[in-house]
């Protein structure tokens, strides 16, 4: 039987859920042996399987068009979609700038920062994503897991992916569910 496939991709985050990802370490093997991984930012494939994969991993909030189309790919492509971390469940540190009015973040971001010059503009080029309010992942589509944690245990990592590459629904909870 064909191993079922896993990818992955990231949005606005960190990468240190990815980092703890392979902070499972040599159980990477284990997970390696169960499922076959496909795109993931940390390999060479980027996209996942146009012809579909049956579990998608998103890391990050949604804070740009570029990232809107990242999941919306993802979703379509892959049977079960996990939210992983923070970012991805509920918005996590980016969206602390929901806080502030969009202009008012750019102007900080791209003009007043301390190492910014006074040439020093914000970015306008109708090719580059659009930002927009910072979003959890279900906001934008369907999340069928969350996996809290900034970033998740790696603990609780491997076990999600075990279930899910065992075809299983992985249930977090007592201590296996981290606010972290
Ligand atoms: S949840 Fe934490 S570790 Fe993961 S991407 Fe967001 S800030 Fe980084």
């Known amino acids: 039987m ?3 496939k896993i990818a992955s991709d990231w949005m606005a985050g960190c990468a240190g859920c990815h980092m703890s990802l392979l ?3 040599e159980r990477i093997l284990q997970i390696a042996e169960l499922v076959d991984i496909r795109a993931t930012p940390i390999t060479d494939l980027k996209e996942p399987d146009e012809s579909g994969v049956d579990v998608g991993i998103l890391e990050g909030g949604i804070n740009n ?4 189309e990242v999941a919306h790919k993802m979703r379509k492509r892959c049977k079960i979609l996990v939210a992983l971390g923070d970012c991805a469940v509920f918005g996590g540190v980016p969206a602390m700038r929901n806080f502030f ?3 008012e973040v750019l102007k900080r971001a791209y003009i007043e920062t ?4 006074e040439e020093g503009k914000i970015p306008d080029d109708p090719e580059l994503a659009k930002m927009t309010k910072v979003r ?3 906001e934008v589509v369907p999340v069928d897991v969350f996996v809290p944690g900034c970033p998740p245990d790696p603990d609780v990592i491997f ?5 899910l590459a065992q075809g299983r629904i992985p249930e977090l ?3 296996k569910l981290h606010w972290h």
Not at 65 to 68: D, H, K, L, M
């Open 65 to 68: 068009t570029a990232n809107e």
């Open 159 to 163: 076990y999600v992916l075990s279930e």
């Open 2 to 4: 064909a191993k079922p």
């Open 23 to 25: 902070d499972i370490d």
């Open 136 to 138: 959890a992942v279900h």
């Open 101 to 103: 009015k969009l202009d």
């Open 114 to 117: 301390e190492s910014t010059d």
């Open 173 to 175: 909870k007592d201590e």
